[in-house]
């Protein structure tokens, strides 16, 4: 048996143009007629992709709701994996369209499978937490540093990160999904909850995976409430409320300098993200958001 048997079925393509990690993506249908996500990746991030593509068989024997690993190899194109095609519509665009109630209970179910994904462990080698992300954080502040723009009130960030690096020791590590938000997530046709785009993996303090969660409290914050009480079962530490806006507060830094490269669009997005957050902290002087309504 070929281990390129299924890629060789392959009898059509349909490109996408979603998402930013620079592979090639198709909608793929194979002889008889079963769509799978095939995606083809540079030789420079070949080595990465097939240790992400492990990871997922990691991932999926945990039994969670997500698009499956199912074939990996070499073409002519370059390394390929093949997944399980997700029959659905984006969360993005359906969660928010539906009652609040029925929005919390996706967002129970996204904290659930978040909590079981952070179950498998880290390498025993893999360097200390605080280290990885204090200098993350140096490079970020850097980066805002020399961006020739600025937030309005973005000191305010620089400040609670100085203020809370702190809480960065003794942190334990974990596997991560690396990209958690809705933006990311399926309805399938049977309405379960689905994650897909496990591309950004990586190990770290598995708090940190909520960093993101302001996509989905920008989009429904119901689910993000859903989200995290899922996660912890409602009985939620003070802890997590203050690293999580140490977190948010560091990635939106870096996110200005970021946007500028792909224009006056996403530095918009960026900069009313941005106020929006400072908005739901009280210019960080509350660590509980007010997107979050406790049930």
Not at 6 to 12: A, D, M
Not at 94 to 108: D, F, N, R, S
Request: glycine residues 6%; proline residues 6%.
């Amino acid at each position: 048996m070929s281990k390129c048997k299924l890629f060789n079925s392959i009898v059509h393509r349909q490109p996408i143009d979603k998402g930013w990690s620079g592979d090639q993506k198709y909608c793929a249908e194979t002889s008889d007629g079963t769509k799978y996500l095939l995606r083809i990746t540079s030789p420079e991030r070949a080595h990465r992709f097939h240790l992400g593509y492990l990871r997922m068989q990691e991932a999926a024997a945990l039994g969670v709701s997500m698009c499956l690993p199912v074939e990996f190899g070499q073409c002519p194109e370059g390394t390929y994996a093949i997944h399980s095609w997700v029959e659905g519509v984006d969360a993005e665009e359906y969660i928010p369209t539906l009652p609040v109630e029925k929005q919390y209970a996706y967002g129970l179910d996204a904290g659930r499978i978040l909590r079981k994904l952070h179950t498998l462990p880290a390498p025993a080698d893999v360097t200390p937490w605080s280290e990885r992300f204090n200098a993350k954080i140096d490079r970020k502040i850097k980066m805002y540093d020399e961006c020739p723009l600025k937030y309005e009130n973005g000191d305010l960030f620089l400040g609670f990160i100085a203020d809370n690096r702190h809480l960065l020791s003794n942190r334990p590590q974990t596997y991560q999904h690396g990209d958690y938000h809705i933006g990311n997530m399926m309805i399938d046709k049977d309405g379960k909850l689905t994650i897909i785009d496990f591309d950004r993996d990586d190990f770290g303090d598995p708090w940190e995976e909520f960093n993101r969660i302001v996509w989905c409290a920008q989009a429904a914050p119901a689910f993000a409430s859903g989200m995290v009480d899922g996660y912890f079962n409602s009985d939620i530490p003070m802890e997590f409320w203050k690293l999580l806006a140490l977190y948010i507060s560091s990635n939106t830094l870096s996110s200005l300098p970021w946007a500028i490269p792909f224009g006056d669009k996403e530095i918009t997005t960026m900069k009313n993200q941005a106020a929006q957050v400072l908005e739901w902290y009280d210019g960080m002087k509350n660590v509980v958001p007010t997107w979050y309504q406790a049930k």
